[in-house]
């Protein structure tokens, strides 16, 4: 396993045409290497596997294509490779790594595409190299472990799945492994240490149980999780906004946390809580079909809003709030239709999303609910309003226009406490440019979600 390991990781860091060209240099004097893997890194140095670039940089982000990953390989089975004509036409004889691709293809290592091909420059992704280390090394052992997005009947699977069985690795934040993202310079380094060192492997048992004492949900546009408690600790992971989070224990304004593969410290200034009941928001991606609602600078509001509303319903529903939408696609329900579909869904909030429009320098961000007197459902749509329209300025960096009581029908024909919120004019030049973006957009969704969890945690 030391030799083949070997092989493959001098291949990777040795991209020139003439792998080996470089003097061993000690991790100390590469520059680049990240902090949190220093510790692998000497660990490679010291077995002579890592070499310097000609630049002294250790380039941990270059991406790694096809015959490099092909050369890898051969190298770490001490596969012949003189080069050599081969099975596919797209590799040339002159090429460096053609020896090692037809030596691998020989010995069932590597296979081509159904079209004869290998694609020899090609960026190689994160399923492929899976597939090519799992095959190479011959990993039989499987075990109970999961993806969020490689489902059982992907091609990939099976190699994913010895992959991390063995320790290799563990994925990305948020309980993926995104098969089909590039494989970094950095990666495959882990990816070796930790085949070669038991010390580094990772670990799929928790090495010490540890009670869950609170749930949380993230309240933000992204968070940070890093190895120890504080900001000058290395980065280990990211979590997505409303992705609910198990939290462990406590030190100060750090708590250690788990989400899917990820554990590490995050900042509990950018968690709330979670609702701990079983809710199930409506929400209602306004006009659609054949009412496109306002139009102006470039902009349909029907399009935007759902947009928007497919965003806000994945953050919600992230953090364990059940959805159900009114639409989904471009068709208009009617407007109590809109209602029906809530109530028979037996949601128990309802959250319309508008654009507005109105003269060119009309700005900003309003909410609106229905209150005839102060009942409870109105009270809780004043509420609900509210908790939506105070993120929803801030998030969009709007001029905030305030929460109004007026009679639309979606808001005052519901039986739902039930709020109808604008997220800027369409009218206006400078909201309208910012609708124009996801950035804004997804901002918009987030504040809409979140102003969703602070309503059922007031609620609660």
Do not use: C
């Not at 792998?19 to 220093?38: R, T």
């Not at 990211?238 to 554990?263: A, C, F, M, Q």
Request: proline share 4%; glycine share 10%.
């Amino acid at each position: 396993m030391v030799k083949k390991m070997s092989g493959l990781l001098v291949g990777l860091l040795l991209l020139s045409l003439v792998l080996g060209q470089y003097d061993k240099v000690s991790a100390s004097s590469i520059e680049g290497i990240p902090s949190a893997y220093e510790n692998e890194i000497t660990y490679l140095t010291g077995k002579s596997i890592i070499k310097g670039m000609p630049d002294g940089a250790f380039h941990g982000s270059d991406e790694v294509t096809r015959e490099q990953a092909a050369t890898m390989v051969g190298r770490a089975l001490d596969l012949d490779g003189e080069q050599r004509s081969t099975s596919f036409p797209d590799v040339n004889e002159g090429s460096f790594a053609s020896g090692y691709i037809q030596s691998a293809v020989e010995e069932g290592v590597i296979k081509g595409y159904p079209d004869g091909t290998y694609k020899p420059k090609e960026i190689m992704t994160r399923g492929e190299m899976a597939y090519l280390i799992s095959n190479a090394f011959n990993l039989k052992e499987t075990s109970d472990v999961s993806y969020k997005d490689v489902s059982n009947k992907n091609n990939v699977y099976h190699s994913v799945n010895l992959l991390t069985t063995a320790g290799i690795s563990e994925g990305v934040p948020g309980g993926y492994f995104k098969p089909e993202k590039t494989i970094t310079r950095t990666e495959f380094a882990l990816f070796v240490a930790r085949g070669m060192n038991p010390d580094f492997k990772v670990s799929q048992e928790e090495e010490e149980p540890l009670e869950v004492i609170d749930e949380k949900v993230v309240d933000a546009d992204f968070l940070n999780v890093r190895q120890g408690p504080g900001v000058n600790h290395e980065k280990v992971g990211k979590l997505d906004p409303g992705e609910v989070v198990s939290v462990y224990k406590r030190e100060g304004d750090w708590v250690y946390i788990s989400s899917g593969n990820t554990k590490g410290y995050v900042n509990s200034y950018y968690l709330i809580d979670k609702p701990t009941k079983n809710w199930k928001i409506a929400l209602d991606p306004g006009h659609g079909g054949s009412d496109p609602g306002a139009s102006a600078n470039g902009l349909i509001e029907k399009n935007v809003v759902l947009d928007v509303g497919l965003k806000t319903r994945e953050i919600v529903e992230n953090a364990g709030i059940d959805v159900v939408m009114t639409r989904q696609s471009d068709w208009y329900p009617s407007l109590d239709g809109r209602v029906a579909i809530a109530t028979r869904n037996d949601a128990d909030a309802f959250v319309s999303i508008h654009a507005n429009a109105f003269i060119s320098s009309a700005t900003g961000v309003e909410t609106f609910y229905y209150a005839a007197g102060l009942s409870d459902r109105e009270y809780a749509s004043v509420k609900l309003a509210s908790f939506i329209n105070n993120r929803l300025y801030k998030e969009m960096d709007m001029s905030n226009r305030g929460v109004k009581n007026v009679g639309y029908r979606v808001v005052k024909a519901n039986p739902l406490p039930a709020v109808l919120t604008e997220i800027g004019f369409l009218t206006n030049e400078e909201d309208s440019s910012k609708l124009k973006t996801q950035k804004y957009r997804e901002a918009a969704s987030r504040a809409v979600a979140l102003g969703i969890v602070d309503y059922y945690n007031w609620k609660e």
